[in-house]
C-alpha cells in the first residue's frame, strides 16, 4: 500500500500560504526591515534549567501588573503574541462555522492563523487614508466571532481612532482585539483602561518591540478574567520557557532604561522621516506612531532591489492594500539609518 502524505493532509493545510517574514528575504546586512528595536538590553542568568518553568507565570504577571493598569489575572503571556493569537481562535471559531474579520492592510498572522484552524476570513479594508471604516466592519461582522484591529497598525504605522475601536467594540456580540504591538512608540495611551468597560475587548502588547526583547518571544494578552481563565486553560502546560521568564523580569525590572531607548528611537523617527523628504523620488512619509516608517517612492521595487545590493535591508509593501509603491523602514541605530540616508543619496 503506497503512502500519500498529500492525500493525508487536511486541504487547508496543504494549501496554506504561510506567514512570510523579514528573514525569510535576506539575513544579512544593516537590517531595517523586521520592525525590531535595535538597542539589546543586557541580561545575566543564573538559573536551575533542569526544573521546568511556572506554569503560571505568578512573577511575570505580578511584575507587568506593577506597571500596567491590570491585575494579575487579567494577564496572558505566550510564546510572542503569535501564541496568543491562535489560542484566541482556537476558544471561539469552529473550522468550517464560524470567521475572523480583518482590515488590510494589517498583520499577516491573523490570516495565517485561522487558515492553519480552518477558519474563513472576512475582509474590511481600511479606508485609503488607513482609517478604520467602523460601520463597514460592522457591516461585515455577520458570522464573525473576532475582529482583529491592529493599533497602531502594521504596516501603515498609524493608530487607529479611539472613537471608531469604540464604535465597533459596542456594536459587535463577539470578541474585539485590538494588537498594540507598537502601543510604547505612540503619542497616545494604550486602551488599557477599557478593559473593565467591554468585556469582550482582549489587547495584545509584546517586549519584542520597545523592551527590545525580540529574541526571547515573548507576547502579552490583557482581557477580562474570564477570558484570560480560558486561555490559561488552552495553553500548553509550560508555554513560557526559564530563560523567556527570568529575561522578561530583569527587563521589567528596569522600565527607565525602556523609557530612555523609546525616546531615543523617536528623535530618530522623526530625523529620518524629515530627512527622507529631501529625496526627488519619495513622494510620502506617512506620519507614525510605531518605530518604523512607510514610506512612498517612485518605483519601489526598484529602490527596495538596489537598497539590498548596498547591504541595507528594508521591507517592500506595494503588494497590500492602500500601500502601493511603500516601502517599510524600521528606525535602527544612529548610524544604520545614516547609512540607510547614504545608501538612498547613492540612488540619486
Known amino acids: 500500500m503506497s503512502f500519500d502524505l498529500h492525500h493525508l493532509l487536511r486541504p487547508n493545510i496543504r494549501n496554506l500560504k504561510p506567514y512570510r517574514s523579514a528573514r525569510d528575504d535576506f539575513k544579512k546586512g544593516i537590517l531595517l526591515d523586521a520592525n525590531e528595536n535595535p538597542y539589546t538590553p543586557t541580561l545575566e542568568h543564573k538559573l536551575k534549567l533542569n526544573r521546568y518553568p511556572d506554569p503560571h507565570f505568578e512573577a511575570l504577571r505580578n511584575g507587568l501588573s506593577e506597571l500596567k493598569p491590570v491585575q494579575p489575572n487579567q494577564i496572558f503571556l505566550g510564546n510572542g503574541s503569535d501564541e496568543a493569537i491562535d489560542i484566541l481562535i482556537r476558544m471561539f471559531c469552529s473550522p468550517g462555522t464560524d470567521r475572523i474579520l480583518t482590515t488590510p492592510p494589517t498583520y499577516g498572522m491573523y490570516r495565517v492563523s485561522a487558515d492553519i484552524q480552518g477558519i474563513e476570513t472576512v475582509e474590511c479594508p481600511l479606508n485609503p487614508d488607513f482609517s478604520l471604516p467602523a460601520e463597514k466592519v460592522l457591516e461585515h461582522s455577520k458570522g464573525v466571532k473576532i475582529i482583529f484591529l491592529c493599533s497602531p497598525n502594521n504596516p501603515t504605522a ?111 523617527r522623526e530625523r529620518i522621516a524629515t530627512s527622507l523628504l529631501e529625496f526627488a523620488f519619495v513622494m510620502k512619509v506617512e506620519p507614525s506612531d510605531a518605530n518604523f516608517l512607510l514610506v512612498r517612492v517612485k518605483d519601489a521595487q526598484t529602490i527596495y532591489r538596489q537598497l539590498a545590493e548596498k547591504g541595507v535591508i528594508v521591507r517592500y509593501r506595494g503588494d497590500q492594500k492602500h500601500c502601493e509603491n511603500a516601502l517599510r523602514i524600521t528606525i535602527g541605530l544612529p548610524e544604520e539609518n545614516d547609512a540607510l540616508l547614504e545608501a538612498m543619496r547613492s540612488l540619486l
Open 158 to 268: 498609524n493608530r487607529l481612532d479611539e472613537s471608531a475601536i469604540r464604535k465597533v467594540i459596542e456594536g459587535f456580540s463577539g470578541i474585539v482585539v485590538v494588537d498594540e504591538a507598537y502601543i510604547d512608540f505612540s503619542s497616545q495611551a494604550s486602551l488599557l483602561s477599557l478593559l473593565d468597560t467591554y468585556s469582550n475587548l482582549v489587547l495584545l502588547q509584546t517586549l519584542s518591540k520597545a523592551w527590545g526583547l525580540a529574541g526571547i518571544r515573548l507576547g502579552m494578552a490583557y482581557a477580562s478574567t474570564d477570558i484570560i481563565g480560558y486561555m490559561m486553560r488552552v495553553k500548553p502546560p509550560y508555554n513560557v520557557n526559564v530563560l523567556t521568564q527570568d529575561a522578561a523580569l530583569k527587563a521589567l525590572g528596569n522600565p527607565e532604561l525602556t523609557e530612555q531607548l523609546i525616546k531615543l528611537i523617536i528623535k530618530e
